[in-house]
T-cell receptor, first 114, second 114 residues
Framework: SQTIHQWPATLVQPVGSPLSLECTVE??????LYWYRQAAGRGLQLLFY??????ISSEVPQNLSASRPQDRQFILSSKKLLLSDSGFYLC?????????????FGPGTRLTVT | DAKTTQPPSMDCAEGRAANLPCNHS???????VYWYRQIHSQGPQYIIH???NNETNEMASLIITEDRKSSTLILPHATLRDTAVYYC???????????????FGKGTHLIIQP
């Protein structure tokens, strides 16, 4: 069966420090992968998506970057965190269900920038 | 994507059916209705989707009105673990091209009472 992993589960980082969040999927090959952020009290915001190794598309200009060094690995990074980067970061991948691709989410990483 | 309107919160007694409404009066002919839910501190979970016929799976039933301007998600026998925020989305199905990020609004906070 397919599964998606994210780590760490929680993270507290000072302003100006670097960030690296990792997402890996198992049980599939060449998935579409996504990074989302959910700020406190707000909806889900798509940050990046990737359709293959080395292929990254950014949806929102910001302080973050993403990379896909392997087929089933998706990394979210920042060189210098801002207070506004705090939030719940979710990795997702898309799976064919019935009549379309559906997105399945990982457990998330809760980031607090202090 | 068309806009949806959901009540901010609802209560339901454990063991009873939970009926969650969603209005989508500007839905286009090629847009489907999707439902996701998010349990506190977890990633969103896909529930069900449909175009115009009623749909049922192991989690829920989806009833779409004949004019497709509204729909209802039904959890037939709600349990305490169904307490979550439920999101109704209307969108063109993801064809796997990778650019189809999800956009969630505020959703309905469903609280199952013991």
């Amino acid at each position: 069966s397919q599964t998606i992993h994210q780590w760490p589960a929680t993270l507290v980082q000072p302003v100006g420090s670097p960030l690296s969040l990792e997402c890996t999927v198992e049980g599939t090959s060449n998935p579409n992968l996504y990074w989302y952020r959910q700020a406190a009290g707000r909806g889900l915001q798509l940050l990046f998506y990737s359709v293959g190794i080395g292929q990254i598309s950014s949806e929102v200009p910001q302080n973050l970057s993403a990379s896909r060094p392997q087929d089933r690995q998706f990394i979210l990074s920042s060189k210098k965190l801002l207070l506004s980067d705090s939030g719940f970061y979710l990795c997702a991948w898309s799976v064919w269900v019935g009549s379309s691709y559906e997105q399945y989410f990982g457990p998330g990483t809760r980031l607090t920038v202090t | 994507d068309a806009k949806t309107t959901q009540p901010p919160s609802m209560d339901c007694a454990e063991g009873r059916a939970a009926n969650l409404p969603c209005n989508h009066s500007t839905i286009s002919g090629n847009e489907y209705v999707y439902w996701y839910r998010q349990i506190h501190s977890q990633g969103p979970q896909y529930i069900i989707h449909g175009l115009k016929n009623n749909e049922t799976n192991e989690m829920a039933s989806l009833i779409i009105t004949e004019d497709r301007k509204s729909s209802t998600l039904i959890l037939p026998h709600a349990t305490l673990r169904d307490t979550a925020v439920y999101y109704c989305i209307v969108r063109v199905p993801d064809s796997g091209g990778g650019a189809d990020g999800l956009t969630f609004g505020k959703g309905t906070h469903l609280i199952i009472q013991p």
